[in-house]
């Protein structure tokens, strides 16, 4: 799976929009971008998920650039509670294939009051 | 909440036991994958288990193993386990089907095991 570059970690105002980047510049064109968050000590929980197009769901917003080579998520309107180690994955999945998600370190998003 | 479970929450033993974790998956998926997640570190992919058989492994030594049920419920085993097996250890679940082109993996709350 391709390597992602990520922020360590960014701060937020409390109702701003959080934009969180990503680096995925070898991401090949059967590879998924997808979103989980990690709330502390919590399971991973999935955002969202894109190939090439723009997606939006009742989390939060996912932009693909047109080469495929960045990616950004929005929450939109950030609140206290989205505090958590935000990671970006890229997955390539070929149909019968059986390999895992593979975590960075992720950014950490603080969002402050 | 995912509807996926883990038991027990938390756990302790100690060098050279043998442990065995527990996950039920998310109701209509069939893909059970467990992870380690060691402190201050993202989540390492140790195996993957659908329809019953091992289907991918990440980098985990053979004390590591598991089991699928026909329920598509999961158990992780570890042998001798080692100071390092500290960790969160994590299982999703997901729904393969042929064809499609990808899927989504819904994790648990996981599991804190402490190797004393």
């Known amino acids: 799976d391709a390597k992602t570059t990520q922020p360590t970690s960014m701060d937020c105002a409390e109702g701003r929009a959080a934009n969180l980047p990503c680096n995925h510049s070898?991401?090949?064109?059967?590879?998924?971008v997808y979103w989980y968050r990690q709330i502390h000590s919590q399971g991973p929980q999935y955002i969202i998920h894109?190939?090439?197009?723009?997606e939006t769901n009742e989390m939060a917003s996912l932009i693909i650039t047109e080469d495929r080579k960045s990616s950004t998520l929005i929450l939109p309107h950030a609140t206290l509670r989205d505090t958590a180690v935000y990671y970006c994955?890229?997955?390539?999945w070929g149909g019968g294939g059986a390999d895992g998600l593979t975590f960075g370190k992720g950014t950490h998003l603080i969002i402050q009051p | 909440e995912t509807g996926v479970t883990q038991s027990p929450t938390h756990l302790i033993k100690t060098r050279g036991q043998q442990v065995t974790l527990r996950c039920s998956s998310q109701?209509?998926?069939?893909?059970v994958s467990w992870y380690q997640q060691a402190l201050g570190q993202g989540p390492q992919f140790i195996f993957q288990?659908?329809?019953?058989?091992?289907?991918g492994r990440g980098n985990f030594p053979p004390r590591f193993s598991g089991l699928q049920f026909p329920n598509y419920s999961s158990e992780l085993n570890v042998n001798a386990l080692e100071l390092d097996d500290s960790a969160l250890y994590l299982c999703?679940?997901?729904?393969?089907?042929?064809?499609?082109?990808?899927?989504?993996?819904?994790f648990g709350p996981g599991t804190r095991l402490t190797v004393l």
């Open positions: 894109g190939l090439k197009n723009n």
């Open positions: 109701s209509g998926h069939n893909t």
């Open positions: 288990y659908y329809r019953e058989e091992e289907n």
């Open positions: 994955i890229v997955r390539v």
């Open positions: 070898t991401i090949s064109g059967n590879e998924y």
């Open positions: 999703a679940s997901s729904l393969y089907l042929v064809g499609l082109s990808t899927d989504t993996q819904y």
